[in-house]
């Protein structure tokens, strides 16, 4: 019972409140805003309610979309130049996970008070920064409401911003905006939400009593409707789940860091710029066994959430939820072989190296990683 606990000092979740970030963009005393997006969500229309709420709300805006996965520093410079030249005084991000951390840095670089090598790392990105309001279009990094932002950093390599000052305004939860996501798009960044509240769950340092309650109730709305979101993308109350399961696996993640998963995924990600919720999903089933002697009484206890029904010893539990998740990405229709991203047996050293300089994550998994281990683990999956 010691522990401190951080999150948005607002969120809003109702169908349709995408077309409410204009007010709330007036609330925080904005007159002009950049949104920050990718062209796939804007051509997608996903941006319309958002607009006209804008203008309704006689905010001027300007839009860069030029954010791609695993974004490198230079988009993190191009999106603060564009801001700047609108005199944005907030920032909206509006589309997946990388386009929410973008959106965070915008806001946080802008004022220049500090330059982007300079807050590398936890607790450095000291602000301010400008009023922010984020808002998901995928089920998965929960990235609306954690204190985190990636950033590609050169070639196998990403560097985390972590610290409260990104932590947004506003998280604004709209699971209309999430209606045409494609089912294997849906599949993946499903499984990375899971894979946050396990990892928060497990996780060795900072483990809390609200991460865990979060984490648990996030797993119980991921597991219950990941097969009917895929099924059925248009099952509103399904999207609806998933998006707040997600962002309930976020906070979970954001107060209990994530661990051996991630480190792993991570350079599967930069390098074959694999999409983050598949990079997680390729690398989960093996960091479970691997961690199953070390976590058999955590995963016991997860077990009947993601099946319900579950009963056995811890032992019996344990092999249930690994088992459970090693299946999951195969009933989805998901890629499980890192052999087919691209990977071979000669690009192992070299993602193993990687995943070893990530070192904020690994110290947070319950059982030591090493560099064999990482190959291991590759190995096991390729």
Same mark, same amino acid.
């Given at each position: 019972?010691n522990?401190e ?9 109702a169908?349709?409140?995408?077309g409410?970030?204009g007010?709330?963009?007036?609330r ?5 805003v950049?949104i920050?997006?990718? &062209?796939?969500?804007?051509r997608?229309g996903l941006?319309?309610?958002?607009e =006209?709420?804008? &203008? +309704?709300?006689?905010v001027a805006?300007e839009?860069y979309d ?6 490198a520093?230079?988009v993190i410079h191009?999106a603060v130049?564009?801001a ?6 907030g920032?909206?991000g509006?589309?997946?996970?990388s ?5 965070k /840095? ?10 982007l090598?300079?807050?590398y790392?936890v607790g /450095?990105?000291v602000g301010p =920064?400008?009023?922010l ?6 089920a ?5 409401v954690t204190p ?5 950093t050169?070639e196998g390599e ?8 990104i932590?947004p305004?506003w998280?604004v939860?709209?699971?209309?905006l999430t209606?045409?996501?494609p ?7 499903g $499984?990375d939400a899971? $894979?946050?509240a396990?990892e928060?769950y497990t996780?060795?340092r900072?483990?809390?009593l ?6 648990r +109730?996030a797993l ?5 409707n990941?097969h009917e979101?895929c099924?059925n993308?248009?099952n509103?109350?399904?999207r609806? %789940?998933m998006l707040?399961?997600a ?5 979970s993640?954001a107060?209990?860091?994530v661990?051996?998963v991630?480190a792993?995924a991570?350079?599967v990600?930069?390098?074959f710029h694999v999409?983050h919720?598949?990079?997680?999903? /390729?690398v989960?089933p093996?960091?479970l066994?691997f961690?199953?002697p070390?976590?058999?009484? /955590?995963?016991?206890?997860l077990?009947?959430?993601? $099946?319900?029904g579950?009963r056995?010893t811890?032992a019996?539990l344990?092999?249930?939820? $690994?088992r459970?998740l090693? +299946?999951?990405?195969?009933e989805l229709?998901?890629?499980t072989?890192?052999? &087919? ?8 050293e070299?993602?193993?190296t990687?995943a070893?300089?990530q070192t904020?994550l690994?110290? %947070?998994?319950p059982r030591e990683?090493a ?9 096991e999956?390729l």
């Amino acid at each position: 019972m010691n522990f401190e606990f951080q999150s948005p000092r607002s969120t809003l979740v109702a169908r349709g409140a995408s077309g409410r970030v204009g007010e709330l963009a007036g609330r925080l005393g904005c007159k002009t805003v950049l949104i920050v997006t990718d &062209q796939g969500v804007r051509r997608a229309g996903l941006l319309a309610a958002a607009e =006209r709420s804008l &203008q +309704e709300a006689g905010v001027a805006f300007e839009i860069y979309d030029e954010v791609q996965a695993d974004p490198a520093e230079s988009v993190i410079h191009a999106a603060v130049d564009a801001a700047r030249a609108c005199g944005a005084q907030g920032v909206i991000g509006l589309g997946g996970g990388s386009s929410l951390d973008v959106a965070k /840095l915008v806001a946080l670089l802008l004022p220049g008070h500090q330059r982007l090598d300079q807050v590398y790392g936890v607790g /450095l990105a000291v602000g301010p =920064r400008l009023p922010l309001i984020l808002v998901p279009t995928t089920a998965g990094t929960g990235s609306e409401v954690t204190p985190i932002s990636l950033v590609t950093t050169g070639e196998g390599e990403k560097k985390g911003v972590v610290s409260p000052v990104i932590i947004p305004d506003w998280a604004v939860l709209d699971a209309e905006l999430t209606l045409g996501l494609p089912a294997p798009v849906t599949a993946a960044t499903g $499984v990375d939400a899971m $894979v946050h509240a396990i990892e928060a769950y497990t996780s060795k340092r900072l483990k809390n009593l609200v991460s865990d309650c979060l984490a648990r +109730e996030a797993l119980r709305l991921l597991a219950g409707n990941i097969h009917e979101a895929c099924r059925n993308g248009s099952n509103v109350q399904a999207r609806e %789940n998933m998006l707040l399961g997600a962002m309930l696996a976020g906070l979970s993640f954001a107060n209990a860091p994530v661990a051996a998963v991630h480190a792993l995924a991570y350079p599967v990600g930069a390098r074959f710029h694999v999409p983050h919720g598949l990079s997680n999903s /390729l690398v989960l089933p093996a960091v479970l066994r691997f961690n199953a002697p070390a976590a058999e009484g /955590l995963y016991a206890e997860l077990a009947p959430i993601v $099946v319900p029904g579950a009963r056995g010893t811890a032992a019996e539990l344990c092999a249930t939820l $690994v088992r459970y998740l090693g +299946e999951l990405p195969v009933e989805l229709g998901l890629k499980t072989r890192l052999s &087919q991203v691209g990977i071979a047996q000669a690009d192992l050293e070299a993602l193993a190296t990687d995943a070893m300089k990530q070192t904020r994550l690994l110290i %947070n998994n319950p059982r030591e990683v090493a560099y064999s281990d990482a190959y291991a683990i590759y190995a096991e999956v390729l």
